[in-house]
């Protein structure tokens, strides 16, 4: 078995990957060791950059995208009782856009199988060899070895890829809270993001469409979720969410709820010999910048010009400089990411010292034009490279 680029991970960054390459008339496979029907329905990330929804539709899988997205122009700072407009558009000329990572897998995955990609579902990789490409992957025929150029590894912070590098170099930091995220079947009771600092804690009222509802309360890492009743989580959230004037949160049923740990990691360098890194492998963010699905978007992006580089001239340059031109980026992100999220959370071991300059930090960005202006140039996302 032969291909250009072997690709190990069926996420978004794999498919896109795949996807983007075939534009290019390069040939991959995907190899993805869950079934179909868990990638497509596995609860990630939902706001896109500007730049990810360009390259989405400039690829021509935007269709459904352009239907049914919410672009948003601006987002909302909770605190004090009181909300406060960071207007994104106006200070950037970009929006984001609120469109489910399932939704995009499910996009690439039709996109790939009607332009008759080789996507192999419950295929695990049990070995690699970066410096004579190749992967080894069990399915239910039996192990094989699939030779090729490049290997993309595209799967994930507990995948194989990255433990495959040597002399790997790592940066992480784990936070004293978590999230509890809810999916809840009833209509968003606003029409763009709500961040809420308040004593009891950090809450964020998130969209997935029209009809449901995203949210999230900061609680403790340890914390067992089976303590939080459906009416414990909707009362902690409108008292989070309460302002001055009487806002309301809408109820309705909870469809699904999980707890997710918050922490940072970088791995560095990005590639070794002919593996790349790309996504969750070599980087994770806090959730609070929106930023980890549009980082494994850029990566992706910069890999595929790399590689596109490389088939139609010989020249190495692009994939020599991929590493270095995607960590810039990693860490602006991840710098954006810490903080919006000691902007916007409790620390629980913070004095009254902590929480004053906390404050006074908010009524900082809230009041100043050049701080929204930051806030909202990274928000929205920056260029690549």
């Known amino acids: 078995m032969r291909t250009q680029v072997a690709i190990i991970g069926g996420g978004p960054a794999g498919l896109l990957l795949s996807h983007l390459l075939h534009l290019q008339g390069i040939d991959s496979v995907v190899l993805e060791s869950r079934d179909r029907g868990y990638v497509e329905r596995r609860q990630r990330a939902g706001m896109l950059e500007q730049g990810t929804t360009d390259v989405l539709r400039e690829s021509g899988v935007g269709e459904r995208l352009d239907r049914e997205g919410l672009v948003h122009h601006g987002l909302e700072l909770r605190f004090g009782g009181a909300g406060h407009r960071v207007p994104l558009t106006d200070l950037t000329g970009r929006t984001v856009t609120v469109y489910a990572q399932t939704e995009i897998v499910k996009d690439l995955v039709a996109k790939r199988l009607a332009d008759g990609g080789d ?13 004579a490409p190749s992967v080894t992957f069990r399915d239910g025929g039996g192990t094989h070895t699939l030779d090729c150029d490049y290997i993309a590894g595209c799967d994930g912070f507990h995948g ?10 790592t940066f992480s930091r784990e936070y004293p809270f978590a999230w509890l995220g ?4 009833v209509p968003p009771s606003t029409e763009e993001l709500i961040y809420a600092n308040h004593d009891r804690g950090f ?12 949210l999230y309360l900061q609680v403790a890492p340890d914390e067992d979720i089976a303590d939080w009743s459906d009416a414990r989580i909707w009362e902690e959230l409108a008292a989070r969410f309460a302002t001055d004037d009487g806002w309301k949160l ?11 740990p918050m922490r940072s990691f970088v791995a560095e360098p990005m590639r070794h010999d002919r593996l790349f890194l790309a996504g969750d ?24 010009r790399a590689l596109t580089e490389r088939y139609a001239t010989g020249s190495d340059a692009l994939l020599d400089a991929y590493s270095s ?8 992100a991840e710098h954006f990411s810490y903080w919006m999220t000691t902007l916007l959370h409790v620390d629980p071991a913070a004095d009254d010292f902590a929480l004053r300059l906390q404050r006074s930090h908010l009524d900082y960005v809230a009041s100043s ?13 920056l260029p690549l490279g």
């Open 119 to 131: 996507v192999r579902f419950e295929a695990e990789v049990v070995g690699l060899d970066p410096a």
């Open 160 to 169: 194989v890829s990255r433990p495959a590098v040597p002399g790997l170099r």
């Open 182 to 185: 809810v999916l809840a079947d």
């Open 203 to 214: 809450a964020l009222h998130s969209l997935r469409s029209p009809q449901v509802s995203r």
């Open 250 to 260: 809408h109820e309705g049923p909870i469809t699904d709820k999980s707890i997710t």
């Open 281 to 304: 492998a070599a980087h994770i963010v806090p959730p609070t910048g929106a930023k980890g699905l549009n980082l494994a978007v850029s990566d992706v992006i910069v890999l595929a």
């Open 325 to 332: 031109t995607c960590l810039r980026r990693v860490w602006r």
């Open 369 to 381: 034009e050049a701080a929204k202006a930051s806030l909202a140039e990274n928000y929205t996302g």
